[in-house]
Each structure stands twice: as C-alpha cells, then as structure tokens.
C-alpha cells in the first residue's frame, strides 16, 4: 500500500508564505511525476506545479515566479514553496504522484488527502 501524507497548510495573510510538503511512503519501487494541485470552493481542481524525476518543472500561470516546487527523490518527498501568497490562492491543495510500486504494474496515480490552505486579505 502506498500513500502520501501533506503537511504545511495553514491560515496566512495576503502576502506571506507557506511551504508544503508531501511524503510517498509504502512499498516504493520508483516515482515519476509529483505535483501540487488544488481546489478551491466551488472550483475544479487544478494543476498548480509538477515536477519530473529529473527536475524539470512546470507551473500555472497564476502562480509562476510566487510558488517553487521542488523534491528529494532520496526521501520521495515533494516540497511547494509558496510566496507573496494571494487570497485566491485559498484552496485545498492536494499532492499527486505517479508511483510504481509492483514490477507486474505500471505507474498508478496516488492522491494525498489535502491540506487547506487559507490566505487572508
């Protein structure tokens, strides 16, 4: 069984920052893509940054140059650095990674459970 666990989110003000993490445990055999999505009130959910086992990376225009997604393939963690934080960046931010934990399977996409994220103006 393979799960990720997000940590980091929490009540801001316009302006500030925060920064998430989110840590693959379980039987590991490699991981491909992580990334951060989330979901405000109301709204689909949405890509806000990926990055790739080799380190390119990927951003939505609304957050490009305010947000860095990094990640430690040694300890499969995925880190998002968030700056000059918005109000509308108020939303559940969820991680995603594409994880192959069976060498019968291929990459299976597993979804943490969400930390809110709420930036006050």
């Known amino acids: 069984q393979v799960q990720l666990v997000e940590s980091g989110g929490g009540l801001v003000q316009a302006g500030g920052s925060l920064r998430l993490s989110c840590v693959a445990s379980g039987s590991i055999i490699s991981i491909n893509a992580m990334g951060w999505y989330r979901q405000a009130p109301g709204k689909q959910r949405e890509l806000v940054a990926g990055?790739?086992?080799?380190?390119?990376?990927n951003y939505a225009d609304s957050v490009k140059g305010r947000f860095t997604i990094s990640r430690d393939n040694a300890k499969n963690v995925v880190y998002l650095q968030m700056n000059s934080l918005k109000p509308e960046d108020t939303a559940v931010y969820y991680c995603?990674?594409?994880?192959?934990?069976?060498?019968?399977?291929?990459?299976?996409?597993?979804w943490g459970q969400g930390t809110l994220v709420t930036v006050s103006s």
């Open positions: 995603n990674a594409a994880i192959r934990s069976s060498w019968e399977r291929g990459y299976l996409q597993v």
């Open positions: 990055i790739f086992s080799g380190g390119t990376t």
